[in-house]
């Protein structure tokens, strides 16, 4: 089982629509969690941690679920902007490095 | 503040030949990585470093060497290029392992 799985996209949504992006892991002592977004042939970024209350910044919600060992990431009215890989990442229960999911592509369209 | 800078962007090396990655950062970050992506793939780490003078292995550190000389700078070394290296490389580096990581803009490697 792979450490860090997410739903392979590409998921193609018009601009306006709502789209939530899963992700599982397997490895119950990690400790933190984060969304990176990754644009075509560019550096990843971080979009936002991922918090054990769940956190919202502007139009993304991340979602945590520890005891299913689940990650969500929902991103409301889509823009154009938003296209691009959205990369899930988990803090290794050793603390020193992170595992990188192999990302869901996310194309927005007029 | 420059960040996290690499070169060379791209560059096509012939197999068996060797070259060095360079990566620098200007944030102070003690921990500094290196990762490669490969298409459709996730980023793999090849090495990282929690300070000055300390390196570790990562998941995929075969091919490659590294050494962290100062807090600024960690280079890669590729010994014996093969077409498996082919990939692009990016350099990241943070505070802390909780802390954001911030990566460079990658090198882009071609062995033929």
């Known amino acids: 089982r792979k450490e860090v799985e997410q739903d392979p996209g590409p998921f193609n949504v018009p601009e306006g629509a709502t789209v939530a992006f899963n992700c599982t892991y397997s490895n119950s002592a990690s400790q933190s969690f984060f969304w990176y977004r990754q644009d075509c042939r560019k550096e990843p970024k971080l979009l936002m941690s991922?918090?054990?209350s769940g956190n919202e910044d502007g139009r993304f919600t991340a979602q945590l679920n520890r005891a299913s060992q689940y990650i969500s990431l929902l991103i409301r009215d889509s823009k154009l902007s938003d296209s691009a890989t959205y990369l899930c990442?988990?803090?290794?229960?050793?603390?020193?490095?992170?595992?990188f999911g192999k990302g869901t592509m996310l194309l927005v369209s007029p | 503040n420059a960040g996290v800078t690499q070169t060379p962007k791209f560059r096509i090396l012939k197999i068996g030949q060797s070259m060095t990655l360079q990566c620098a950062q200007d944030?102070?970050?003690?921990?500094m990585y290196w990762y490669r992506q490969d298409p459709g793939m996730g980023l793999k780490l090849i090495y990282y470093?929690?300070?000055?003078?300390?390196?570790d292995k990562g998941e995929v550190p075969n091919g490659y060497n590294v050494s962290r000389s100062t807090t600024e700078d960690f280079p890669l070394r590729l010994e014996l290029a093969a077409p498996s290296q082919t990939s692009v490389y990016f350099c990241?580096?943070?505070?802390?392992?909780?802390?954001?990581?911030?990566f460079g803009p990658g090198t882009r490697l071609l062995v033929l």
């Open positions: 470093s929690v300070g000055a003078g300390i390196t």
């Open positions: 990241a580096s943070s505070y802390t392992p909780r802390e954001t990581q911030y």
């Open positions: 944030m102070n970050h003690n921990y």
């Open positions: 990442v988990t803090l290794n229960s050793g603390y020193s490095t992170l595992t």
């Open positions: 991922v918090y054990s």
